[in-house]
């Protein structure tokens, strides 16, 4: 890998296999602390992008972690198995929709922006 360091590159790929996918997967193949944020399509989507880049990145012929699984079965594989389905047909997720701005709360921030606004504002 790009960076030589083969004691840093096998701490990480411990870290994903002990600390990362053990904490955040749960046993469905979602992320349980995205589900519950705010925008839980969006950041499940954000999360299994940065553990699919950690698989790529860290895998090495004698530590795949592209096939590693935990005990119970949780490895990246049941991660793609369970967003797959959503990335394909939006409308099935069955979670709540990501939070957004309302139209009101939208209006209310434009009239901040407003040229009186910012020349009140731009000796602060």
């Known amino acids: 890998m790009f960076t030589d360091n083969d004691d840093v590159l ?3 790929r411990e870290r994903y296999k002990t600390v990362l996918l053990p904490q955040q997967m749960a046993s469905d193949g979602s992320f349980p602390r995205e589900l519950a944020r705010t925008k839980p399509y969006a950041y499940s989507i954000f999360v299994l992008d940065n553990m699919v880049t950690l698989c790529q990145l860290l895998s ?6 592209w096939s590693f699984r935990l005990l119970d079965g949780r490895g990246i594989s049941l991660g793609l198995d369970f967003l797959y389905p959503f990335l394909a047909d ?3 997720w069955p979670y709540p929709p990501d939070w957004s701005i309302s139209k009101a709360g939208r209006s ?7 040229p009186d606004w910012l020349s009140m504002t731009s000796g602060i």
């Open 10 to 12: 096998a701490m990480c």
């Open 90 to 92: 939006r409308s099935s």
């Open 60 to 65: 090495a012929p004698s530590d795949d972690l």
């Open 108 to 114: 209310g921030c434009r009239s901040c922006c407003t």
